[in-house]
């Protein structure tokens, strides 16, 4: 079966365990308009989607606000609407957001919020403390995607933020010598904190990596090792940087074998598609 954004026709050897939850990707709907500027990227619906988790074996989902929506959520809501009872999202906000927005939101399925430093202009860090202190009482964290060179300014004030801090694709840390990169100490000062999280997606198109997956591996590895109950996995479908660069779309039946790979156990494996997904994003609460 042909899966819509991948290059992966048959399901992963590994066979996911029940409730394996894709932690972070997009759905794109021309429905609703992108913001000014914003790269073009084809329609990826709930129905594309849909064809991805049969295939992969996946029943829950994050969808993540993209970056070409700016602080329109609506295909976002709509998207986790139509997914249900197993998906969640991660919407943005702004300083203007009401809260009958936010209770709103949060209804819908909304449980953390997304700030984007490395592509978009729409957030800046003025906000970001009392935003945080808004979306406290619901239980929400900030979801972070930004250039690791900037990580260690960022450590004292998402320290003392009141809410956990999950870090997109890994936190940006180079594959190829990452652990000297001082983003990657930065990164293992945070997990050590107890309270950030990180998702091992990669917004690096995967056939560029495959000449770099000891590195990766070796990485990767690292990192669950550092946290192994503060570590989800995401597929970044539908991959939309591959088709604003015009590159191949990656093979996500590798990637989630990597995944299995990397874990080394099925105990860890557990942890990072159902275990902490449930504590992060409260499926078991939602589902009784």
């Not at 989607?49 to 070409?68: C, E, K, L």
């Amino acid at each position: 079966m042909q899966i819509p954004f991948s290059t992966g026709t048959i399901p992963p050897t590994l066979q996911v365990p029940v409730d394996a939850c894709d932690s972070h990707m997009h759905i794109f709907d021309s429905r609703y308009p992108f913001v000014a500027n914003a790269p073009s990227v084809p329609d990826a619906t709930v129905d594309d989607y849909r064809i991805w988790q049969s295939v992969m074996g996946f029943t829950r989902t994050v969808v993540v606000a993209p970056s070409m929506y700016g602080f329109d959520n609506r295909c976002t809501l709509d998207a986790s609407r139509r997914l249900g009872e197993a998906a969640r999202c991660i919407v943005t906000l702004g300083p203007d957001t009401t809260e009958e927005e936010i209770a709103r939101m949060h209804g819908d399925g909304a449980r953390g919020f997304r700030y984007n430093l490395a592509r978009s202009a729409i957030n800046n860090l003025d906000s970001l403390a009392a935003i945080s202190e808004r979306v406290a009482p619901y239980g929400w964290h900030l979801q972070l995607w930004m250039h690791p060179d900037g990580l260690g300014d960022m450590v004292p004030m998402l320290k003392r933020l009141p809410i956990p801090t999950v870090l997109d694709h890994m936190a940006g840390i180079p594959i190829h010598g990452g652990a000297s990169h001082p983003g990657y100490r930065a990164l293992l000062r945070l997990l050590e904190g107890g309270v950030t999280w990180l998702k091992l997606s990669l917004a690096t198109a995967w056939p560029q990596l495959e000449s770099a997956r000891p590195a990766l591996d070796e990485l990767a590895r690292t990192l669950i090792a550092a946290a192994p109950d503060r570590m989800v996995w995401g597929s970044d479908w539908p991959h939309a940087m591959s088709a604003v660069n015009t590159r191949p779309y990656p093979n996500d039946t590798l990637k989630i074998d990597a995944l299995a790979s990397w874990c080394g156990d099925d105990s860890t494996l557990r942890k990072i598609l159902v275990s902490n997904p449930e504590d992060l994003y409260g499926f078991s609460q939602r589902s009784q």
